[in-house]
């Protein structure tokens, strides 16, 4: 017995088979009858000519309503006609779950649905093959990530996502009560995975939720997201962490190459492997840059989108997809970033993809008295973060790390107008259901 599209071809002709899934489309034209079923890997064509097929299913079919589940037992017959050559002749159609009509939304309707409703009905828009090859992708990248670092030696680890303190700056923080004391989401595992390092644990990653109240309502902001994090120890510079992040990003683009073809072909795009090594622009030269493309731009100003943006097209004429900033003003950086001694920069980067950051991090500062400096000076109070400073007094290797955006590699790897279309139930400054 067959079961399912994925395995149905004309070689099954004559052959017993059962199909479960979603009646996509029903005409009854009073002598035949058809039924369009679409499961997770394709449609099947289920014929119903009211001489071969029983009183039962003709009025299972003249009474069944689009979208709703059926399991069709049947036969399968060569047929010219029919895409993919192959239907199935109805021996009994049940039906597992009725949908009501109308529906909220189509599901093959050609109409442009507003974003808005899509995401209202988030569970239909999904049915949309090309909706939910994102996530199939997004599966597998996730499995590369998990290879290719294990392979590495590094350890997977879970931090907490309740927390008492921020590690990214206090103005995104979403504050909840926590028994009776004051709490927040985690806006990224920072503080936890440096407290690692000083345990022996010392290459770890994390591939888990990220909260930020982001005010802006972008095309690439959420309020939560994926953030892929890994932290290392012992590193003799941060060319050591670069070197990790440029080799995974090509293992997990090649990997996709060869593993995701059917859901790249349900999208309608192709993937490419970013030219490698990734350059390394530092950050006063890819202000230089800028400049000279015309933008208003002063050294020490952030790049911002339009920055980032038109760096991207310079470097795209250059035939880079990924790159790497460098160095940025230690001012701009969080106080667990290494200063440049003698310099105002410091030892940070981020990796842009398209004109998108995608990654950033750093060597971090592991000396106790000096990370206690650029707290203060940073405007922080050390003594909040002493569960985190105390880690750095007993012997904390000198290390580094990054963290990843996987929904913003994403939206630029399968050019996605909006990150939301990579998340299956975007949190923002507005939508909180479903
Ligand atoms: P940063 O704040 O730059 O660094 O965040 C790391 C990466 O996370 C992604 N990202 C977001 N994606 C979607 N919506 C958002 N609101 C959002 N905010 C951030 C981006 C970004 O590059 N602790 C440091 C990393 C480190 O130094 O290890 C951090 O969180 O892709």
């Not at 072909?265 to 000279?292: F, R």
Request: net charge negative.
């Amino acid at each position: 017995m067959l079961r399912g599209s994925r395995t149905l071809s004309p070689a099954d002709a004559e052959k017993n088979v059962i199909i479960k899934g979603w009646a996509q489309e029903i005409r009854n034209l009073g002598g035949i009858s058809f039924l369009i079923i679409r499961d997770r890997y394709g449609l099947v064509q289920v014929t119903a000519p009211k001489k071969k097929v029983s009183p039962e299913v003709m009025s299972t079919l003249t009474s069944l309503s689009r979208e709703s589940v059926v399991k069709v037992t049947g036969v399968a017959k060569a047929a010219n006609q029919v895409k993919g050559g192959v239907e199935v002749i109805p021996e009994s159609i049940e039906v597992l779950s009725p949908a009501a009509s109308p529906l909220p939304m189509g599901v093959v309707d050609k109409v442009n649905v507003e974003a808005d409703t899509r995401y209202d009905h988030r569970f239909m828009d999904l049915r949309k093959p090309e909706a939910r090859a994102v996530f199939e992708i997004k599966s597998v990248a996730h499995n590369l990530i998990d290879q290719f670092l294990v392979d590495e030696g590094f350890v997977e680890v879970f931090t907490p996502k309740i927390v008492a303190s921020g590690a990214e700056g206090g103005s995104t923080l979403f504050q909840l009560k926590y028994f009776d004391r004051p709490a927040y989401l985690a806006q990224s595992p920072q503080l936890y995975k440096q407290m690692l390092m000083s345990t022996g644990l010392d290459r770890v990653f994390e591939i888990g939720p990220a909260f930020r109240a982001e005010p802006s309502d972008t095309v690439r902001h959420v309020s939560e997201f994926i953030s892929f994090d890994g932290e290392m120890a012992f590193i003799d510079s941060m060319k050591d962490v670069l070197d990790i992040i440029e080799r995974c990003t090509q293992a997990v683009i090649k990997g996709l190459e060869s593993r995701v073809g059917p859901q790249l072909e349900t999208l309608n795009t192709t993937i490419s492997v970013p030219k490698a090594p990734y350059p390394v622009i530092e950050y006063k030269d890819a202000v230089d840059m800028v400049q000279g493309a015309g933008m208003k731009l002063e050294l020490g100003d952030d790049l911002g989108t339009e920055g980032e943006k038109s760096l991207g097209e310079i470097m795209k004429e250059k035939g880079h997809d990924m790159y790497w900033i460098v160095e940025y003003p230690e001012e701009a950086k969080p106080f667990y970033i290494m200063e440049k001694d003698g310099t105002p920069y410091s030892y940070s980067f981020d990796l842009d993809y398209m004109g998108q950051e995608i990654s950033s991090g750093g060597q971090r500062e592991h000396r106790y008295d000096r990370l206690v400096e650029r707290m203060r000076k940073k405007g922080l109070d050390p003594e909040s973060f002493r569960f985190y400073l105390d880690a750095f007094q007993y012997g904390m290797p000198p290390h580094g790390g990054w963290g990843l955006g996987v929904e913003r590699m994403l939206q630029k790897m399968l050019n996605l107008s909006n990150i939301r279309e990579t998340i299956l139930f975007p949190r923002d400054r507005i939508r909180l259901v479903p």
